[in-house]
């Protein structure tokens, strides 16, 4: 399952098919069929679920689908209701103007708005439907719409999920091949079910004739009599309600009427069961039937939901023979529905459609007057309700014009059974319900009060002599250093994690490794930092403070000292001067005489003028440079051959020299000089230029004819040659005032900010595109802290193992200290291994381990030793898997902080967030300053006084630059008879009007300025009489007239000019907007996969013709094929350089490579490449990367990645495929990017990650990024789509809140301790500013606190006890942690585990596979969609579906979900007090309110509700379909039943689901992909059997098998005997999997 709306929600909307969401709520386990305002409170639900998360959707319903409902009519009646209901009482857009999906509207729809993913169900309520349905599928899939399926879709609080099927080629060409068959098909559908539609006669009970034309005839009359009766309008219910009763009575008349002879009557029976040829109903009892009917409408009118939620549930269904009739009832509803919205004249309120009938209340009161009033129960209807009902009754006589029906009273007549008790017995959702007193068990614990007292003190409690208290067995406190049954040190996450080597061993071969390692990371370092920025630091020494700083400011005056010092800075300068200029004067002569023979090489001479300090030097230089350019340019255009392609580099070079001069040495420019610029700006046709620079520059030149100069014109103005031609060369605007901060480069000003913050020990979150500059804050940070003293410590959290490898690496390489013996700069700790975690200054790490560190109670003075914490890539915050764990970091650090990142579309949000945070810190701080602990801790020695750090600031700054270093430019390749067309995309053409007027141009849609100016020009194509064209005319426009040298922020001007001129047309001629876009887009062609694949090495060598190499090709193929793909570059390679040696009669070169062997010697390459030794398919690494090609993805060993990021830094390796590992901050920088696939994982925020990859600050002057075999409204999508906002992840599970009072309870500052609990539970991003979500948030506290009392985990003080360490070890696998420890209880692992061998203990294959199975279905569950059964297996032997668990431990868990069930079914009857029941009243979308007085004068409705069954829990709507407090007590209904004010999901339960299904009661298997590889041994099964791409295969075995691992060192810890065969077992299997994994066996 895939997360739907985690992008694409602003910029595009997605289509829900209106008939599935009919089926799918109509099918709801959880609905009464006849309930119809339950119905409509489902799929309100349903949608609101979608609009709350921001979701942009429209409905849709095909017309030609109401055709396949007509032996359906009470579908087919709410169908029209559901409609009408969604038109006149909701926001929600529907469209009901198309017939079918095979029709030209329905395709121009698709074209224009291109939906992202159609929601759709696979199966109809009739075979017809289902091949309907699934037509629907194969077209939208064929035009590249992805399909979600709406039976499978599951949502939590903030993301909702569903199962995805993308669209591939293989859908197109099926649809192409079939498109004939498909239509006639879909069109034979359509007749059958239209021609039956058209019927005008059916027959009811078989020989009653029903005349549907004189149906509709009298519907439409009777509604212009109704229109008469009530000119002022009508509650909907009332209008349908008496047409119908009176025309259907009115028909049912006289059907009677003409089947008076029987026996004459041709009897048809095609369509009817034997049932119909009962006995009809009277006139009389049909009657009866319909006062009934318009009784229950007036209450339905009258009473409120709350109160009609108290009706009795009767076990009685209607009788068989009165079908017929309630279908003609129906069919009458129907058509009175249609008449009524052709009637615009008429002001009838629609506000009841959704609750326009109620069959339980029809039937009650049937039951009523049938049974009870018979037996003489004579009860008062009351005068209200009386009234009401004798009106609409006699309504019903006054439009049937017939007196035969009878009066208002009595109500029934007749004596014939509508009722048939019903024999199914009704569900019975669990045992021992109601045995449970209402009432929570009493805590004490302060943090309980502190965070939810507010709660607390509204609900019931338990006595504290209630047997359900006393009862709870009294266990010891847990210790988390001694088991409470073991005499064995339990170690915690820390301990466990894998110490690789670390600088306190005193073991030699250890501290060898430690060498190692350390050498290693300095290699690797130099590619990351090259190898002259090294610093020493040295203890207590500062860093330079700012140039305006206020240290600075109080020097007033120089010292004798400082004179001196700048005296001799002064004569060494001049001493520099003259050296540099004798050095020009030498080299001079000879760069001169090499220009003359050889301009191209002469001018690479120049290249010294990088390091040049002497700007006389340089300018000198500069003007031989730019008169040799002049020279090649003239003798370029000589040239007869070179009229039609002159080199336009040389004019490019000319142009960038004139602007270096004019900028950069002005004050050197003498009139000479400014004659010369001149002559050469005339010359190449940039007369306006020349006379702006030197006016006199016409009459100097005027002996020179106009044919003689026109020659070396470029012939185009200045401004467009710069825009279209230099870019990417244009000068910026940066600062020349070095900061003594910084050595290796003059800062911008937003980055002095950084260094500000740091300096004032401030906290910041800083947003800034890739290759910024914003990572140098962080090293800045890290040299602060190193200089400060040995003890403090800063802590740097990466999101990815490969990310910390690289931050380690440049720490190491820029860093160096002497330290006391033990102590060292860096260190690593990540849940594969960890050295020197808490004896270094720098800690690297993740966020899962940083938290195990700020929870554990015996590391918490470590965690006071940090003085820093810095967050890469925090928009990890809003991540699917592991966000909470930010979250946790961010509010529990005291510290400081830096959050960086590129891609937060809200940071003003986040900041805000973390402002109240530091203010909680605050004011902890402040009332723990008189504290007897924090006294102790102020009580130091002088010496120690001296050492102390300076405060941190509790201030929180935003940091916020949008500007991109280098430009970006997109292009799109398509494959067109074997040749590839490389199509320029510009970022226009992935907008669209609507886009613009709902959202405007999105922030971060940049053009480059060659881009600019191809807008200007299709903006004159498309409307030439535009009034503002000679105003942005290039040459014309006010930033560029007349100026030699045109900026970076002059183009940038001329941008959002464009850009508000296209608002504005958008606004004055929508069309004009449409037809821009439409010319800017692209031409593509569309080809099969397979050729793609075949031409893809053809599409590198196109690349490197087109000097786009070094480039990454990210890619969501299969990890495997990786490889794969590279070798296939190179043979297309080498078949390339064997023709061309062939051609020249060479010998054939054995070393094909895209690398250049001279930048990197044979010597460090062969060093590199030696870590490759003992890695799986190291060899076929190792042969691909000495011929310049790599791959990188997730499950490839540290070592391989590490290989191939050095390579790739040091231009060795040119083509790299890449999964989005590399999405995360890896520094490898590259010309271009290439995403080769779509992929539903593609997103917004993957793509500006991976984008940013290409043109990397320094390195390239622009990144490209080409589109292969991508979907151009795909490609739109992502160009205009924000990134999706930072919003939090639900905060808390079970297993957290059980850590957190572990540390509450075990840490020495207790007070500390409970700040950092307290920290957690009050400041989740999700609740910040959302008050109904912070109080949702205490109900779960509490339940997960009255939950781990109950089940003995925690004791009433809170503290825990059991096997509370062996849960908290497993928190990453909740609930499967909390069943574990129910199975060890219940010891059927040890009735499991019988070796075969007594002596040694061996276990037999058959209990080695079971206890798989167990575990997988702990461990391992990932579900399968139902229609998984329906392929075929490619592997014969593979296991795709998982095993169920056995009997004996299926028993256990069923009897763990019963308790589960109980307690959260009780918490909820519990809590049920505040929910807020006025909006329970309300349907969720619409929000009308069915609440109001309750009816108390009528002793029938007291009859009828009397309120006997407990409904306190469940939503009123769910009562109408007689659910009730009990149902609480069945996870399958909670979330369907519970109140929804009371917004406690199902999901953050404990309840291990052994049976899943779907809402249609399908069931979704498990994948059974780790028994498969157990069995096989094969990650090749799992990638064709089991659905998996083999990176995600990889990682999910590895997990398990470190799972498996960690339940073993859990159970040797927790167990005596080392002989145990439980633990014997565990040891034999982790030692499996370890041997599996170990011996690389990846087919």
Known sequence: MVSLLKDFVESEFFLIDGDSLLIACFLNVNFKKGQTLHFFYIVEQFLHDFIQKE???????????????????????????????????????????????????????????????????????????????????????????????????????????????????????????????????????IIEHYQRSQEREIFLYGHLKLNLGEMQKEIHQTLSLLLNLWPEGADVRSVVCSISCAVTLKHYKKILHDAQDYENLNICTENHNTQDLKKPLTLKEAADLCRMHCLSVIFLQRLPLLQRAKSRIITYTWDRTLVPFLKMLKRCQFFILKHLKARNNWNVNFTGLPDLTDNSLWKNIAYYYEIEHNRGLNLELGNTLKQGYEELWNTVLTLSEDDDFGGSMPVRTTSRPFLTQKKTSPRVPGSNQGSHKLGLIPLKAEIIEDYAGDILSELPFLSSDDPAVTSLSKKEEFDELTHWHSSRPLSDDFERTKCNSDAKSKDVKERRNVQKLHHFYHVFGKSLVGSNKSIRITRGSALPPPENSSVQKKKKHQTNAEKFIEENQKRQLAKLEKKEEERWKNL???????????????????????????????????MVGLDACFKLWMECCSKPEQKKSRDMNIIINLMKWIHIIHEKHSELLKNTDRRKLAKYLKYVGFDNLAHALYPQVGAIENIIAEKDISKYSVCMGAARFQLTYMGHYLLREERSDPDPRVHHFIPDTWQRELLDVVDNNESAVIVAPTSSGKTYASYYCMEKILRESDEGVIVYVAPTKALVNQVVGTICSLFTKALPKGLVVCGVFTRDYRHDTLNCQILVTVPQCLEILLLSPRNQKWVKRMRYVIFDEVHCLGGEIGAEVWEHLLVMIRCPFLALSATISNPEHLTEWLVLIKRYWQDVESKMENSSSLQNVLKVSKKQQRKRIE??????????????????????????????????????????????????????????????????????????????????????????????????????????????????????????????????????????????????????????????????????????????IQRIILLAAEIKEIKKNLKKHYEISPDCTYTDRTVVDYQTLAKILRRLRGTRQGYKLHGLLRRGIGYHHGSMEIRQRQVVEMLFRLKHLKVITATSTLALGINMPCKSVVFMEDSVFLDALNFRQMSGRAGRRGEDLIGNVFFYD?????????????????????????????????????????????????????????????????????????????????????????????????????????????????????????????????????????????????????????????????????????????????????????????????????????????????????????????????????????????????????SPFACLSNITDQDLFDVDVINDAKLRTIDVNVQNIPFLCLN????????????????????????????????????????????????????????????????????????QLSKAFHSILGKKAID
């Open 55 to 189: 979701a942009k959707f429209v409905l849709v319903f095909f017309k030609d689908a109401e055709n396949l409902y007509y032996n359906y009519p009470e579908i087919l009646a709410l169908r029209t209701i559901l409609i009408y209901h969604l038109e006149y009482n909701t926001d929600v857009t529907i469209h009901t103007e198309f017939s079918n999906c095979l029709t030209p509207e329905w395709e121009i729809f698709l074209k224009e708005c291109y939906p992202y993913f159609l929601i759709v169900s696979d199966t109809g309520i009739s075979t017809h439907q289902t091949d309907f349905l699934n037509i629907l599928i194969m077209h939208a899939l064929q035009k590249k719409i992805n399909i979600v399926q709406i039976l499978g879709i599951e949502s939590d609080v903030l993301r909702i999920y569903g199962y995805c099927a993308s669209s591939l080629y293989m859908h197109k060409q099926f649809f192409e091949k079939h498109e004939i068959q498909l239509q006639h098909a879909l069109h034979a559908y």
């Open 588 to 622: 001079s002569v000879y760069i001169e005489k090499e220009m003359k023979e050889n301009p191209n090489s002469g001018i690479k001479k120049l290249d010294f003028l990088q390091t040049c300090p002497v700007k006389s030097v340089e300018f000198a230089a500069e």
């Open 951 to 1124: 405060k941190p600031s509790y201030r929180v700054r935003l940091v916020w630059y949008t500007e991109r270093y280098n430009d970006l430019e997109k292009y799109v390749c398509s494959l067109k008879d074997n040749e590839f067309i490389i199509e320029h995309y510009h970022p226009c053409a992935a907008l669209t009007v609507n886009h613009i007027k709902k959202y405007g141009i999105p922030l971060d849609l940049g053009f480059s300025p060659r881009e600019s100016i191809l807008l200007y020009d299709a903006m004159v194509h498309v409307w030439p009489e535009w009034t503002r064209i000679k105003e942005l005319e290039p040459e014309e426009f006010s930033c560029f007239k007349n100026k030699i040298v045109i900026t970076r922020a002059d183009a940038k001007k001329y941008e959002e000019e464009l850009k508000k001129e296209i608002i504005h047309w958008s606004h004055l001629d929508p069309s004009k907007v449409n037809q821009l876009f439409m010319y800017l887009k692209p031409q593509t062609f569309d080809s099969a996969e397979i050729e793609k694949r075949r031409m893809f090495p053809h599409f590198v060598e196109k690349l490197k013709e087109m000097n786009r190499l070094p480039a990454i090709f990210f890619s969501y193929f299969n990890s495997d094929s990786g490889a794969r």
């Open 1270 to 1514: 991508i979907p151009l409204p795909k490609i739109e999508r992502l160009l205009k789509s924000n990134v999706p906002k930072l919003k939090g992840q639900f905060p808390l599970s079970i297993s957290l809140v059980l850590r957190l009072m572990l540390l509450v309870a075990k840490a020495d500052d207790k007070e500390d301790a409970k700040a950092k609990a307290l920290s957690v539970l009050q400041y989740s991003l999700m609740s910040f500013k959302q008050p109904k979500i912070n109080c949702m948030l205490k109900f779960y506290f509490i339940y997960s606190l009255q939950f781990l009392v109950r089940e003995e985990y925690l004791n009433l003080e809170c503290i825990p006890i059991g096997y509370s360490g062996l849960v908290s070890h497993l928190h990453y696998h909740e609930p499967a942690n909390f069943v574990l420890v129910s199975l060890l209880k219940k010891r059927l692992f040890h009735k499991l585990c019988v070796p075969t061998k007594i002596k040694g203990k061996h276990f037999s294959e058959e209990v080695m596979e079971t206890l798989v199975v167990v575990l997988a279905n702990l461990f391992g569950r990932h579900y399968l969609p139902p229609c998984v059964k329906n392929f075929k297996k490619e592997f014969s032997h593979s296991v795709v579906v998982l095993d169920d668990l056995p009997k004996e431990f299926a028993a256990v868990v069923k009897e763990h979900n019963t308790r589960i069930q109980e307690n959260f079914g009780s918490f909820l009857l519990t809590i049920s007090k505040l929910a807020d029941m006025r909006k329970e009243s309300q349907l969720p979308l619409s929000e009308i309110d069915f609440s109001g007085k309750e009816c108390e004068d009528s002793e029938l409705v007291s009859h009828l509700m009397p309120g006997t069954e407990s409904r306190t829990a469940v």
């Open 1556 to 1627: 899943k299904y779907d809402t249609n009661g399908r069931k979704c298997p498990l994948n059974g992909y780790v028994l498969n590889f157990y069995k096989n041994r094969s990650l090749s099964a799992l990638t064709l059997d089991n659905w998996l791409n083999m990176g995600d295969a990889f990682t999910l075995i590895r997990d398990f098998a470190l799972t498996v691992q960690s339940i073993r060192i859990s159970l040797s810890e927790l167990c005596d005997d080392e002989d145990d065969n439980v633990l014997l077992a565990f040891k």
